[in-house]
């Protein structure tokens, strides 16, 4: 039996998340439940697709991930289940899944409603144990198309690349758009190893960084992380409130500066 992923913005204060997992295993008690987060920003389908984009591939191919965010959605055409890269997702049409992974499913399906006020537990859980149990996906529902939603596009020439932050991580980094790949192929345009300036909020550095433990308590590193990206930090203090910058703020990195 494939696992289950389970992901919400509902917080551990109350018992929704006890709910949806309690409806899991009511159908399949030997159900193994994986949580994702359940402190996603409330209704932030960015913050909810940046976290599983970062961890579903993660898990083995077949795998059900359940998403409960940005929930409260009018009308019964919006609970849907499809197949993304050898993955299995159920939740709301919200736009989540193309910012997750931008291509076409390989099938999307919609979930016949039961006019639920908490439709996580009362349709999605049962749809994702059938998943899990390898039910056929065609069989849950009629195929439908999903809403489409355009992720923050970077900008790279020969002379700069132009980001934006994406996403503020638990510890008040802010990651960006910049990738490693990108910026190594215009390091090689500039013969390998160019003169460059990182530049954002009031701030501009010279010099990348290799780890967090280059730098003293509250200055400033920038390097490409785990993931590949650009993220810009202070050590033990949260650079999203202190050099005021939030999600969507521009980062810049400008080659072979004068």
Known sequence: MAFITFMSDFGERDH???????????????????????HIDRHDIGHAAYVMRKSYSLFPKGTV????????LPGTDKLVALELNGHFFVGHDTGIYYLI????????????????SFPAKDTLAEAAVK??????????????????KVDRQLKATKREMVGQVVHID?????????????????????GGNPRYNVRFAHEQVSQLNKSYNEV??????????????LEIGLRKARAAQLLAMKLDSPVMIEFNPE
């Open 101 to 116: 992974h931008p291509e076409n499913p390989s099938l999307s399906v919609r979930l016949e409603s039961k006019n639920s």
């Open 170 to 190: 638990h510890f008040g980094n802010l990651i960006t758009n910049i990738n490693k790949k990108d910026f190594d192929a215009i390091c090689q345009l500039h």
């Open 216 to 229: 003293e308590d509250a200055d400033c590193f920038v390097l490409f992380n785990s993931d590949g990206f």
């Open 65 to 72: 991930h359940l998403i409960a965010v940005d929930s409260v």
């Open 16 to 38: 929704y998340v006890a709910a949806v997992k309690a409806a899991i295993l009511g159908i399949q008690p030997t159900q193994q439940i994986i949580d994702i987060s359940h």
């Open 131 to 148: 998943l899990a149990k390898g039910s056929a996906l065609a069989g849950l529902g009629p195929a439908v198309p999903l809403q489409v």
